[in-house]
């Protein structure tokens, strides 16, 4: 029972709202000449935040105003099976200062330093260093990172369909409780409002 009450979760509301908003946001292409209406901040906000939700309902420590290390977590969940190998501990800071700036003001805020965030298909590097203003700049490249989280969450939900542990199943399900999610009520109207999960409908 908690086993499917997870899965359903998962089905729900990881494939259903977190993935497919993903999916059209990858569409976006920024215009080649100036870099702008990509959609580049909100896709690397969409995923750093999952990532965030992701590791605090996989750490039985996780806690709500702790992203830094709900992300690190997520990241290296199940002796770092998810993620490619260059997710270190400096490039998940680096993620960590990405979402401090980006839900807080938009734009990610590094102190003496040029961040910026780009979509790049043609190179594989997770942040690409060049030039702006005179001055060596990293962006984080959400290209990458999208297809690097999406292949995390097909990881993660196989590990969760062959897993046991009902530890793990506890405690992912007294993290959604505790953030005043009700799983035994899901959407059954395709055309709602965007709601947190089996969050009821006011009349």
Do not use: W
């Not at 009450?5 to 494939?15: A, T």
């Not at 580049?40 to 105003?65: E, R, Y």
């Not at 993620?95 to 003001?105: A, F, L, V």
Request: overall charge neutral; proline content about 5%.
């Amino acid at each position: 029972m908690k086993k499917q009450k997870i899965l359903n979760f998962y089905n729900v509301f990881i494939e259903n709202f977190i993935l497919k908003d993903l999916e059209v946001l990858q569409l976006i292409i920024p215009n080649p000449d100036t870099g702008l209406k990509g959609c580049t901040i909100p896709t690397a906000m969409a995923i750093i935040s999952a990532m965030d939700l992701l590791g605090l309902l996989l750490n039985v420590k996780g806690k709500t105003n702790d992203s830094s290390d709900n992300i690190a977590y997520f990241v290296n969940f199940n002796n770092h099976s998810l993620f490619p190998n260059y997710y270190g501990t400096n490039e998940i800071d680096k993620i960590c200062n990405y979402r401090s700036g980006m839900m807080h003001h938009f734009f990610p805020k590094f102190k003496g330093q040029f961040a910026g965030i780009c979509k790049d298909g043609k190179n594989p590097s997770l942040f690409i260093s060049h030039l702006a203003i005179g001055q060596t700049e990293e962006s984080l490249n959400v290209t990458v990172l999208a297809k690097d989280f999406t292949e995390a969450l097909k990881k993660l939900k196989m590990y969760l369909e062959s897993s046991t542990d009902e530890t793990l199943f506890e405690t992912i399900l007294m993290h959604l409780k505790n953030l005043d999610y009700y799983l035994d009520i899901a959407p059954t109207n395709t055309k709602c409002t965007t709601i947190s999960p089996g969050t009821p409908k006011n009349p």
